[in-house]
């Protein structure tokens, strides 16, 4: 029996695209200034994770869209004027890379393909997922540009090398991301509870260099006290699991941990990146829209981008 292999990039969302942005799938041709991904699919670790309820979340934030910004024009109090402050800037939503269930090798390669695409067109990649695993095909398709520092919320340390053989989970994207030669170093924040990681893994990411700030140093040391220490003036990629913030303020998830990262803490690490380094992508992960409440996940979600986006226009980003 052949299997299905041959699949395009990118398919347009279920639901409406985010923000009502224009819906734009060829990625060929694409011209924008920042480009939102949705990638559901990538290595799974059982036959019941092949399509797990992460793989719903590009769509579910989609879907609270109204709910998270009112129209370029209407006055947005995070910022102090209007999302966009009355300039021109593409945004366009690039629906979500397919998955194949027989094929979870390539389902990873297309995703990466598909952000090496926008990061060509010269657009800042947004990513919704699925699972962390997201996360790793993201992160290779900066090879060749210049090197980037994570900064990485998560209640887990994901630094597990491979999960029954597999290497490219969600249990591992720091783990890959600390073999890329263009990844420079990273910032984990809101680390907390009972994960997957052991002390192997813990020593291994600080060997690497990795920065370990659980959750209860951030909340001793207070916000102010972290953004002082936080790199400036490096290129920073953005990747934030929806368990790293307090299940209070994003219970959508798998493994919520009490004591996370609040949602004033996680602007602040975000406005930081935007404004003292240069944002070159972003994710949100992990968010099980069948455990979320009032769909409050999914616009938690969606106020992060909208609040690093409206930082990147403020910082003059886009022309």
């Not at 890329?180 to 052991?198: F, H, T, Y």
Request: overall charge negative; hydrophobic content about 40%; some cysteine.
């Amino acid at each position: 029996m052949n299997l299905p292999t041959n699949l395009p990039l990118t398919r347009a969302p279920r639901a409406r695209s985010f923000l009502g942005w224009p819906s734009v799938t060829d990625l060929d041709s694409l011209s924008a200034d920042v480009a939102l991904l949705g990638i559901p699919y990538n290595a799974p670790y059982s036959m019941e994770e092949v399509a797990n309820n992460q793989a719903q979340a590009p769509d579910a934030v989609r879907a609270r869209s109204d709910q998270i910004q009112w129209g370029d024009g209407n006055y947005d109090f995070d910022h102090g004027g209007p999302l966009l402050d009355g300039k021109e800037v593409r945004l366009v939503d690039c629906g979500n890379v397919p998955g194949n269930q027989y094929d979870a090798a390539g389902n990873v390669k297309r995703a990466e393909m598909a952000v090496r695409a926008i990061l060509k067109a010269g657009a800042l990649p947004v990513i919704l997922g699925g699972d962390h695993g997201a996360s790793v095909p993201a992160l290779r398709a900066y090879e060749g540009h210049e090197p980037i520092t994570l900064i990485h919320i998560d209640a887990h340390l994901d630094w597990r090398d491979h999960v029954n053989g597999v290497r490219d989970g969600y249990s591992s994207p720091i783990r890959r991301a600390s073999e890329l030669p263009w990844v420079e170093g990273a910032w984990q924040i809101g680390l907390r509870g009972v994960g997957s990681a052991r002390e192997v893994e813990v020593a291994a990411a600080r060997k690497w260099g990795s920065h370990l700030i659980t959750a209860w140093d951030l909340h001793e040391m207070g916000i102010a006290a972290l953004l002082e220490k936080l790199p400036t003036g490096k290129n920073v990629y953005l990747t934030i699991d929806a368990d790293g913030l307090d299940p209070t303020i994003m219970p959508g998830v798998i493994a919520p941990v009490p004591g996370g990262v609040t949602f004033v803490q996680a602007r602040a690490i975000i406005r930081h990146a935007v404004m003292r380094n240069r944002v070159v992508g972003m994710d949100i992960v992990e968010i099980a829209p069948e455990r979320d409440v009032g769909g409050l996940t999914c616009i938690t979600a969606g106020r992060l981008i909208t609040n690093m986006l409206g930082c990147a226009v403020r910082a003059g980003y886009f022309g």
